[in-house]
C-alpha cells in the first residue's frame, strides 16, 4: 500500500486524475460515496470522454466504509462542503508519514491543516475542465493550470514527487513555493463562476456582456483586497491576472481581465460552471457555503466590506432552497447589491 495513490472523491477532478494516472501505471484506489459509481469504477471502468481525449480504464474504488489500511498519499478531490465530513473518514487511513494533496476549488487547505496538520497537508490549484455526467462517466472539457505547492512555502521530495505525478495529466503542471499565491488568484475567478450561475448563459455569454462587467469588478475587487489584507498576493492563470483588481489598478486592467476570461472559456466543452450544474441539472447545493462564503468570513475579521460576495451567496442559496429561480432577474439583484 506504500505506492498506492488514494484518491477520496472520484468525481469530475478525483476521477480524471486517477484516471490518467491508472492508465499511467499507477496503483490509484477510488474512494467514492456513490455506491453506483465506485461500481462502475471497479467493473467496467471510468471512462474520460470529450474533445481533449477518449479512453476507458477500470480502477480498483471502495466507499469509505469498504477502505481498510493506512496510506502516505491522499488526494482529497471531494466537493469543498464535503469536506468537513471527509476528514475524519479519511484520517485513520493517513500513514504517520502521509500528506493529503488538496485537490479541490476553494481554501480547503485551512480545514485540512486544522484535522490532519499543517505538515501533512499539500495545497494544489486545479483549473481544468471537468463535469461528472453518470456512474463511470466523466467529462473532460478543456485544460488549463494545475500548480502543487507546500502551504508553508517550502519544496520537498514529496512536493517534487506530487508535482511528477500531475505532470502526467497535464505537461505544464507547476511547482510552486507560493500555493496561497494561486489560490487566492483562483478565489477572485471562482466568485465570479458563482454569479454567472445566477443565470442560465453560458460563462462566455455572462462575461461578454459590457452590461454585467460591474459585477465582476466588484467580486474581483473583494477578494483580491482580503487576499491582500491577509498578506497574500493573488496569482493568475493563462493571461488572467487577478491582480488587476487590486486597489487603485486602472479598470481598464480589469476589462481586460475578464475579456481574458469570455475568450478562455470560449472553446470549452464545458459551457456552464460546476456550480450551475449543481443547481440546473444534479438539483443539489453548490460549494457556497463552503468554498465562496469563507471569504466573506475572513474579510469580517478583517473589517473589509463584501457586499457583493455577501449576495452572490444569499442568492445562490434562494436557488438551492427554491425561494428563486437562475434567471437574468436573479443576476439582477446581484447588480443591485453592488455599490
Same mark, same amino acid.
Given at each position: ?13 478525483g476521477?480524471?486524475? =486517477?484516471?490518467?494516472? &491508472?492508465?499511467? =501505471? #499507477?496503483d ?7 455506491? %453506483?459509481?465506485?461500481e ?9 470522454? =470529450? ?7 477500470? @480502477? ?5 466504509e469498504e ?13 469543498a ?6 476528514? $475524519?473518514?479519511?484520517? $485513520? #487511513?493517513?500513514?504517520?508519514? =502521509?500528506?493529503?494533496?488538496?485537490? /479541490? *476549488?476553494?481554501?480547503? %487547505?485551512?480545514e485540512?491543516?486544522e484535522?490532519v496538520?499543517? +505538515? ?32 508553508? +512555502? ?12 500531475l ?6 503542471? @507547476? ?13 477572485s475567478?471562482g ?23 460591474? !459585477? ?8 483580491? !483586497?482580503? &487576499? ?10 493563462? /493571461? ?5 483588481? !487590486? ?18 472559456n470560449?472553446p470549452?466543452?464545458?459551457? #456552464?460552471s460546476?456550480?450551475?450544474?449543481d ?11 463552503? /468554498?465562496? *462564503?469563507?471569504?466573506?468570513r475572513?474579510? &469580517?475579521?478583517?473589517? @473589509?466590506?463584501?457586499?457583493a460576495? *455577501? ?8 436557488i438551492? %432552497?427554491?425561494?428563486?429561480? /437562475?434567471?437574468?432577474?436573479?443576476? +439582477? ?7
Amino acid at each position: 500500500m506504500a505506492d498506492t495513490i488514494v484518491i477520496w472523491g472520484a468525481g469530475a477532478i478525483g476521477g480524471t486524475l =486517477g484516471a490518467y494516472w &491508472a492508465r499511467a =501505471g #499507477h496503483d490509484v484506489l477510488l474512494v467514492d460515496t456513490v455506491r %453506483e459509481h465506485v461500481e462502475a469504477c471497479r467493473t467496467t471502468g471510468v471512462t474520460i470522454f =470529450g474533445p481533449i481525449e477518449e479512453f476507458t480504464v477500470v @480502477i480498483p474504488a471502495v466507499t469509505p466504509e469498504e477502505l481498510t489500511g493506512t496510506y502516505r498519499r491522499i488526494v482529497l478531490a471531494v466537493k469543498a462542503q464535503a469536506t468537513k465530513a471527509a476528514l $475524519p473518514m479519511l484520517a $485513520p #487511513h493517513l500513514a504517520p508519514d =502521509g500528506f493529503v494533496l488538496s485537490a /479541490q *476549488n476553494g481554501l480547503n %487547505e485551512i480545514e485540512i491543516a486544522e484535522a490532519v496538520g499543517a +505538515g501533512r497537508t499539500m495545497g494544489c490549484f486545479v483549473n481544468f475542465s471537468a463535469d461528472w455526467h453518470a456512474p463511470g462517466r466523466i467529462l473532460f472539457g478543456g485544460r488549463s493550470a494545475v500548480v502543487v505547492g507546500e502551504i508553508d +512555502g517550502t519544496v520537498r521530495d514529496r512536493t517534487r514527487e506530487m508535482h511528477d505525478l500531475l505532470r502526467i495529466f497535464e505537461p505544464d503542471a @507547476i511547482l510552486t513555493d507560493d500555493i496561497w499565491g494561486y489560490l487566492w488568484g483562483k478565489m477572485s475567478y471562482g466568485a465570479m463562476l458563482f454569479a454567472t450561475a445566477l443565470n442560465h448563459d453560458s460563462m462566455t455569454s455572462n462575461f461578454a456582456d459590457p452590461s454585467r462587467f460591474p !459585477a465582476w469588478l466588484a467580486l474581483g475587487r473583494e477578494v483580491v !483586497a482580503v &487576499a491582500l489584507a491577509r498578506g497574500v498576493t493573488p496569482r493568475g492563470f493563462g /493571461q488572467y491576472d487577478p491582480m488587476a483588481f !487590486a486597489p487603485g489598478r486602472d479598470v481598464a486592467e480589469a476589462h481586460r481581465a475578464v475579456d481574458w476570461l469570455r475568450d478562455f472559456n470560449a472553446p470549452n466543452a464545458k459551457t #456552464h460552471s460546476g456550480i450551475w450544474r449543481d443547481l440546473a441539472v444534479r438539483k443539489r447545493k453548490t460549494e457556497a457555503g463552503a /468554498q465562496l *462564503n469563507i471569504v466573506p468570513r475572513l474579510a &469580517a475579521e478583517l473589517g @473589509i466590506p463584501t457586499p457583493a460576495l *455577501n449576495a452572490v451567496g444569499r442568492l445562490i442559496a434562494d436557488i438551492e %432552497e427554491g425561494r428563486r429561480e /437562475q434567471s437574468a432577474e436573479t443576476f +439582477g439583484e446581484l447588480m443591485k447589491a453592488i455599490p
